[in-house]
Structures are given as C-alpha cells and as structure tokens.
Nanobody, 129 residues
Framework: QVQLVESGGGLVQPGGSLRLSCAAS??????????MAWFSQSATNKREFVAA???????TWYADSVKGRFTISRDNADNTVLQMNNLKPEDTAVYYC?????????????????????WGRGTQVTISS
C-alpha cells in the first residue's frame, strides 16, 4: 500500500510564503500516478481543488484563486511540492496531497476529489497576523 505524507504547513502572516511537500512511501515500486494534486479544506468548506501536476510531462493546472501565487512542481526526489506565495487569510485550510492513477485525457485533469485514489492526512496552513 502506498502512503502519501505531507509536510511544510504552519502559521505565517499575510503576504508570507510556505512550501508544502508530499512524499510517497510504502509499496512505491508499482506506484505510477498520472497526476499529483493538492486540495484544501477549510473549517467551513468542502475539500476543494488547488493545483495539479501531470507526473510525466509537467503540465500544471490551478484553481483561479491561487493562479499567480502558487506553483506545483516535482522535485528531484520525486516529491510533489506546492510553493505558496503572497498568502492570504482565506488560504487558511488543511492541505491534502492526492494521487490519480488514471489518464483523464490530453491536457486535462480531474478537479474532483472522488477521482483521486490516494490521499495524505493533510497539513495545516494558517494565515494570520
């Protein structure tokens, strides 16, 4: 079984930055995601799509609310990284890493949590002065 583990959350002031990382562990020999994504869930909202990355090829997708501020990438250690800049209080949420093993079409990705098969436990991000 594959586990996804998030790290890098914390408390920062508005305008600050955080770098979240997601690592896969366990039975990763046969783990071949088509997409890796980040979702967020605040205290009052359902889990929402933030960003996704095609694992092989590097295409990326973002929610409108984070475009120009967040960047999703794959690092040399095969972690999925979410660089979060110019953070706002409304970005406060638990951030989850997710993996989708299925191909969704050329230049397309699923923004629905039910389409992702693997999930981490989340990391808390709090933006407050």
């Amino acid at each position: 079984q594959v586990q996804l583990v998030e790290s890098g959350g914390g408390l920062v002031q508005p305008g600050g930055s955080l770098r979240l990382s997601c690592a896969a562990s366990g039975d990763t020999v046969n783990f071949r995601p088509h997409y890796m994504a980040w979702f967020s869930q605040s205290a009052t909202n359902k889990r929402e799509f933030v960003a996704a990355l095609r694992w092989n090829g590097g295409a990326t997708w973002y929610a409108d609310s984070v475009k120009g501020r967040f960047t999703i990438s794959r690092d040399n250690a095969d972690n999925t990284v979410l660089q979060m800049n110019n953070l706002k209080p409304e970005d406060t949420a638990v951030y989850y890493c997710a993996a989708d093993q299925y191909y969704r079409g050329f230049n397309d990705v699923s923004r629905f949590e039910n389409d992702y098969q693997f999930w981490g436990r989340g990391t808390q991000v709090t933006i407050s002065s």
